[in-house]
């Protein structure tokens, strides 16, 4: 008997039929179905596999018989393949999309980021309702016990915001006995991490769990400026979880989580060559439509990330700081045949950034300034001032700024019966109040807004505030000395003396009003913007399943939802929205149903079938550049419909899932651009119509004794049925080319592809075990993942919104100590060391170059762990 049939309890050996057909199913489309084996405490008795079972629910139920689409990992299988973060997760899962702040789940996901709009996958951390999905990220799943991925709307149970699916992370709870872990892992790129974890009876009714871990990794871009890498991360994490059984139907825990981040992220991904020729714009050095000078005009240097997506050259690094903790509190007391259950979320957040707007350096800035005010004035002939030709020597810089804060608190209640009879329910009420500040802002320094050092510099400090012609003839005409004056122009910042130009062209004397950015530098602000939201939502809700038989099952829920929300901004964008001010609020109301029937066709198949509707509450687009009123969006409403089938086969060897689906969106929230002045920020609207199609397959099955394979497809048919809008962005920079000649023209949008909706995806991972008799148990793990092509906006350009398809392929190879006390795993990640596009965004009306996100590089480790108590 093999090692792997030792340990989990398997007697018996796949026949050559039953091998051929599992061979045959792996050439086609196929999704992990996490079934598991037990602890190893148990797999040493030699029990059999015990089906996964999960709260999807709110239920404890085994997952083969949840008429649901749901992808579980266990703390086991995460360690197996290697999960340990949000693009992990993302690739082993069907039709899931993660980015660095969006989830996706077959096509509906975030659209926009701004306070006032919501998320369409909810994320619970033990039934807490959360927006933060860096919480994948925290400590590599350290203190997780498994992850479920509901595919599908989740009205009726979950509410709010669950529209697309939801995410349920469930934390690992207190042993009655003496346990735990001790764990290091160095790797690559600096790789250090450090964790702990003990758990054990305090007293005779309290138990509790801690976990701790510390994990530093130097960055993956390097900045040629001075050597310094970026897309760093420094992540501290503790929590506890205290549990009381204070006597047999009285249960409570109380748990904390707390996580703080620093290091300096990466400064954002720019592929494209630098555009260094501007003209046409509204004002010198500027493209057309743009409130700012293009930095790159006439620059020295190229972008180092053309030929290595890794380098970038620039003069400012990047830096981050964040921290947030959670609190969650449960009670469970059981009267009979009825729970009673309470839960409170406490969650406050704080995160604040700096990046290089400009992404260059100064020094190599060699703005033409005679050129372009010829330019500018229409006359590309002119020599202006004698100086075309002439560059401008002088340093400027432009950075930006987030800072974000928040703080939520929820409370649910719980009912929830467990009769022997054919009728059961669960019925509910929920509340949730949340209150966040978002302030960002655009800021330049030195040439450019404002007047101050660099000028005094620039001028041999003959003057503090000089004039703009001492400026331009005093730094660029051999043999004149520094501060000598040549036109009696009044003090004034160069963008005022460009403003001056185009406002006297149009017959309006003066200049552009700008802010001084005291707090920054003694800058001047591009664009700013002060955002505050207080959402309230409260739901009551219920369910109830009937047995019709012994074998069909229909469940009927119902939930009624009321969302509020009041929220404010005040703006400022340079030459385009003076300082302005905004309140709105709003509240919106809905009920949302469920109906369904499961029908268990014998002891190993089972068949459901659901429609159900979905709902997101209306929402704002605060913080948008324009005097306008704050635009709103109407409640986003889904009917869908899905049928799956679950099968265990070959007396329990593999366990196989399907489900197809369609869903009917109406009003469907979407993101935009909305370009004034020469500043794009992020729009907000409806889709009249959009549908979905899909169909996904999972697969997890023992192919020998030895062998074991898990296997996920999902193909995803995501289109706006009836939308129409102006590509803002487009109409800003392609108008005036003949790249895009109806850019400004509303566009039919019908028939293109939701956002982060990958047509398909196809992840397969293979272990083999292998019997080293006394010397332990061996076991090494291939996965290979593919991610079709997809798109990040509605206007589907292949140029700005295409993410083209990719795969990544990861090894692993565990040992573990005869007695499971010591546990050591070997990995790479990403052997190919492909860098793929994650998201990209529109260009920057400024510099007219697109920043996003890439992914990892190759990675590799190896890690050693201790485990106490077994």
Same mark, same amino acid.
């Given at each position: ?495 005022? %003396?460009?403003?001056? $130009?185009?406002?006297?062209? *149009?017959? =309006?004397?003066?200049? #552009?009003? /700008?802010?001084?950015? @005291? &707090? ?124 799956? %089938?679950?099968?265990? $086969?070959?007396?329990?060897? *593999?366990? =196989?899932?399907?489900? #197809?689906? /369609?869903?009917?969106? @109406? &009003? ?128 589907? $350009? ?73």
């Amino acid at each position: 008997m093999s090692y792997f049939t030792k340990q989990i309890g398997f007697t018996s050996k796949l026949n050559p039929v039953a091998t051929t057909v599992l061979i045959a199913l792996s050439t086609t489309q196929f999704t992990v179905n996490a079934q598991e084996q037990k602890q190893e405490q148990e797999a040493k008795k030699n029990a059999e596999i015990e089906v996964m079972e999960v709260t999807s629910t709110k239920r404890t139920t085994s997952l083969m018989e949840t008429g649901q689409a749901i992808s579980a990992f266990s703390h086991n299988t995460m360690e197996q393949i290697g999960l340990d973060g949000a693009e992990d997760l993302m690739l082993f899962t069907p039709a899931l999309s993660i980015t660095s702040n969006k989830v996706s789940i077959r096509g509906i996901g975030r659209p926009n980021n701004a306070l006032g709009s919501d998320p369409g996958v909810g994320i619970y951390t033990d039934g807490v309702y959360n927006t933060e999905n860096g919480v994948f990220d925290y400590c590599n799943m350290c203190d997780v016990e498994r992850i479920e991925v509901l595919r599908g709307p989740q009205g009726t149970l979950y509410g709010r915001n669950a529209v697309g699916g939801a995410i349920n992370i469930i934390s690992k709870q207190p042993d009655e006995e003496l346990g735990g872990f001790i764990k290091a892992e160095l790797g690559s790129h600096n790789l250090q991490t450090f964790q702990g974890q003990v758990t054990g009876r305090l007293s005779e009714s309290i138990s509790a769990i801690a976990t701790l871990s510390s994990s530093d990794r130097d960055g993956f871009q390097e900045n040629l400026y001075n050597g310094e890498l970026f897309d760093a991360e420094d992540r501290l994490y503790g929590s506890m979880t205290i549990k009381g059984e204070w006597s047999e139907d009285w249960v409570s825990s109380l748990r904390y989580m707390g996580h703080k981040r620093s290091g300096t992220p990466d400064n954002g991904y720019t592929l494209e060559p630098y555009k260094t020729t501007t003209s046409g714009g509204a004002l010198p050095g500027m493209f057309p439509s743009a409130n700012a000078v293009n930095h790159f005009d006439g620059y020295l240097g190229t972008n180092p990330a053309v030929k290595d997506d890794s380098l970038v050259n620039m003069d400012r690094s990047p830096s981050l700081s964040s921290k947030s903790s959670r609190i969650i509190f449960t009670n469970t007391l059981t009267f009979d045949d009825l729970d009673l259950k309470y839960t409170l979320g406490l969650y406050d957040y704080d995160y604040r950034t700096q990046t290089d707007a400009d992404q260059g350096v100064a020094d190599s800035m060699r703005i033409d300034v005679g050129r372009n005010v010829a330019h500018s004035l229409g006359m590309p002939n002119l020599d202006a001032f004698g100086l075309a030709g002439v560059p401008l020597y002088v340093a400027s810089d432009m950075f930006y700024n987030v800072q974000q804060s928040g703080e939520s608190t929820s409370h649910e209640i719980q009912l929830i019966s467990d009769y022997e009879g054919n009728l059961n329910f669960i019925a509910g009420a929920y509340y949730y109040n949340s209150t966040e500040s978002q302030y960002s802002d655009y800021v330049e320094t030195g040439f450019g807004l404002m007047q101050g050092d660099i000028i005094n510099t620039i001028t041999g400090g003959a003057i503090n505030t000089g004039l703009i012609a001492d400026l331009v003839i005093s730094s660029t005409i051999p043999g004149v000395p520094p501060g000598t004056p040549v036109l009696g122009l009044p003090p004034m910042s160069l963008y005022q %003396y460009y403003a001056t $130009l185009a406002n006297l062209g *149009a017959g =309006l004397p003066g200049m #552009a009003p /700008y802010e001084v950015a @005291t &707090d920054y530098e003694n800058g001047g602000y591009l664009y700013y913007g002060q955002n505050d939201l207080e959402t309230t939502a409260m739901a009551v809700y219920g369910q109830v399943e009937y047995d019709v038989t012994q074998d069909i099952k229909v469940t009927a829920g119902i939930r009624y939802s009321d969302d509020e929300k009041t929220g404010s901004d005040d703006i400022f964008a340079y030459l385009s929205t003076p300082k302005t001010q905004h309140e709105v609020g709003d509240s919106w109301d809905k009920v949302t149903w469920r109906l369904q029937a499961d029908w268990d066709i014998d002891s190993t198949s089972h068949l459901y079938g659901y429609a159900a509707t979905g709902y997101r509450s209306g929402g704002f687009n605060l913080g948008a550049a324009t005097v306008k009123d704050v635009a709103k969006v109407a409640p986003e409403e889904l009917m869908a419909y899905e049928v799956g %089938y679950k099968k265990v $086969l070959f007396g329990g060897l *593999a366990n =196989l899932s399907t489900a #197809a689906y /369609y869903y009917d969106y @109406t &009003d469907l929230q979407v993101m935009s651009t909305i370009t004034e002045g020469g500043f794009t920020t992020v729009g907000f609207n409806n889709a009249a119509e959009a549908s979905v199609t899909g169909a996904e397959v999972e697969l997890m099955a023992m192919v020998t004794d030895d062998t074991q394979i898990m296997m996920s497809y999902s193909i995803t048919n995501a289109e706006y049925d009836n939308y129409e809008s102006i590509d803002s962005s487009a109409c800003a920079i392609l108008a005036n080319g003949d790249s895009s000649k109806d850019a400004c023209q509303v566009q039919d949008l019908s028939g293109n592809k939701l956002n982060l909706a990958p047509e398909s995806k196809f992840s397969i991972a293979a272990t083999q075990y292998f019997d080293i008799g006394n010397n332990g148990h061996l076991s090494a793990t291939i996965a290979y993942s593919y991610v079709g092509e997809q798109y990040s906006r509605a206007f589907n $350009l292949e140029q700005w919104d295409k993410i083209e398809s990719n795969s990544r392929t990861d090894i692993r190879v565990n040992w573990r100590s005869p007695a499971y006390n010591w546990n050591v795993d070997l990995w790479v990640k990403n052997l190919a060391d492909e860098r793929n596009v994650i998201h990209m965004g529109v260009p920057s009306t400024v510099t007219r170059l697109s920043t996003g996100e890439i992914s990892q590089p190759l990675t590799w480790g190896i890690s050693a762990a201790y485990n106490f108590g077994i």
